[in-house]
């Protein structure tokens, strides 16, 4: 089965706390990105990956990292989290018509 | 950069009839679009798309129809039924689809 996958799904941290949200996708996809998800705002992109070893980034990347090391895998790093970081998160795999993870939400205190 | 908005925050429609969702955008070069469906607690789910060589393109109870003079498209549903409520998006591709664009949502409610 199509799938990508997050986690945590849930996660409540303190601000200033390293954190690591994981992503990976079984398609064989080059291309991912992480969304970030917030009332009224609909999503925006916060970077994306044409392939290993290739990110750029999207619309709101402040405050956030990330890497691909292996075409399956696609972490999200918050390594200084802040209160407005506090959100939705999403990643998806495929460009054009994109799949999907069922979503991480983050609360930052 | 691209813009995306006009949605309506809410649509509801009764069971049975035809919903109509609106989306409007800036970029005159844009030429790909894409429509996605949340349902509560979900990700976002890939509905239909439509390129701009195309001013219309239909799904299993859906429609797509673009009208590059205005800048406007817009997603039909007919017969809309209780599954079809969510919250829909439309989104713009850019930069060789690299970069995605996604407007602020309709949430559509079914009234049964």
């Known amino acids: 089965e199509a799938q990508v996958t997050q986690n945590p799904r849930y996660l409540i941290t303190v601000t200033g706390k390293k954190l690591t949200v994981t992503c990976s996708q079984n398609?064989?996809?080059?291309?991912m990105s992480w969304y970030r998800q917030d009332p009224g705002l609909g999503l925006r992109q916060i970077y994306y990956?044409?392939?290993?070893?290739?990110?750029d980034k999207g619309d709101v990347p402040e405050g956030y990292k990330v890497s691909r090391k292996e075409k399956r895998n696609f972490p999200l790093i918050l390594e200084s989290p802040s209160p407005n970081q506090t959100s939705l998160y999403f990643c998806a795999s495929g460009r054009g018509e994109q799949y999907f993870g069922p979503g991480t939400r983050l609360t930052v205190t | 950069g691209e813009s995306v908005g006009l949605h309506l925050p809410t649509l509801s429609v009764q069971e049975g009839d035809n919903s109509i969702i609106n989306c409007a955008y800036s970029n005159s070069a844009s030429d790909y679009f894409i429509w996605y469906k949340q349902e509560s607690g979900k990700g976002p789910q890939f509905i239909i798309d439509?390129?701009?060589?195309?001013d219309k393109r239909q799904g299993q109870r859906v429609t797509v129809l673009l009208n590059k003079t205005v800048k406007h498209l817009s997603l039909q549903i007919a017969a809309t039924q209780p599954g079809d409520s969510a919250v829909y998006f439309c989104a713009l591709p850019s930069g060789g689809y690299q970069k995605v664009t996604f407007g602020t949502g309709t949430k559509l409610q079914v009234i049964p």
């Open positions: 990956s044409m392939n290993v070893e290739v990110t």
């Open positions: 398609m064989n996809h080059e291309y």
């Open positions: 439509i390129r701009s060589n195309m």
